[in-house]
């Protein structure tokens, strides 16, 4: 079956930098995805990265993905206050718009 | 970017009761719609996956007697939790595919709660 884990809770600095990490287990997995949500709010897709790609960087968010070990991450540089949400990672054969598997979703603090 | 709404926004109903929710793509057509579920704290759950003018297709597990799909039109799906009971509490999640840009919008959810 399908399984993605991230680590549930991250706290950092504002201005520091966050890196939110997730593991895969399916390795035909060809599109990985980040989406943040906000409290009581629906999901907004930040970034998603081919499996073919090592690395993505978009703005203040760079995300690097190792298929060997099957291991994706999100670095945001210079942490705001509004980047405080719940991160998921995602994953699905055939693009953005096919049936996603979520990870469990890590909760950012950010903290003055 | 393109925009999707769900009603309402919250509800809580009695148990034994029925609750439909609603999902709408604003400014696009959406042959395919995505329901999810949430639980606190924790990751979304695929339930089905809604096809304009045809029968959903249900995840293992749920059952589809219990959550009835109708996917009327190009801009309009419904879920409705028949004879809900409090553990059909949670945040429900829509989707909509946009098939013009090949891209997913999710809608801001419902909370239902069942007393």
């Known amino acids: 079956g399908e399984d993605v884990e991230q680590s549930l809770f991250l706290s950092v600095r504002e201005g520091d930098s966050s890196v939110i990490n997730c593991t895969y287990t399916d390795s035909s997995s060809t599109y990985l995805y980040w989406y943040k949500q906000e409290p009581g709010a629906g999901l907004q897709l930040l970034t998603y990265i081919f499996s073919n790609m090592d690395m993505k960087q978009d703005q203040r968010l760079t995300v690097l993905l190792n298929k060997k070990d099957k291991h994706l991450s999100l670095r945001i540089a210079d942490t705001q206050t509004g980047d405080s949400a719940i991160y998921f990672c995602a994953e699905s054969y055939t693009g953005t718009a096919s049936k996603l598997t979520f990870g469990t979703g890590t909760r950012l603090q950010v903290t003055l | 970017g393109a925009v999707v709404s769900q009603h309402p926004s919250r509800v809580i109903c009695k148990s034994g009761t029925s609750v439909k929710i609603e999902c709408r793509s604003l400014?696009?057509?959406?042959?395919?719609m995505f329901w999810y579920r949430q639980f606190p704290k924790k990751s979304l759950m695929l339930m089905a996956t809604s096809n304009e003018g045809s029968k959903a297709t249900y995840e293992q597990g749920v059952e589809k007697d219990k959550f009835l799909i109708n996917h009327a039109s190009l801009t309009l799906s419904t879920l409705t939790v028949t004879s809900a009971h409090p553990e059909d509490s949670s945040f429900y999640i829509c989707?909509?595919?946009?098939?013009?840009?090949?891209?997913?919008?999710f809608g801001p959810g419902t909370r239902l709660l069942v007393l």
């Open positions: 400014d696009f057509q959406a042959t395919t």
């Open positions: 989707s909509a595919r946009d098939r013009a840009v090949e891209t997913q919008y």
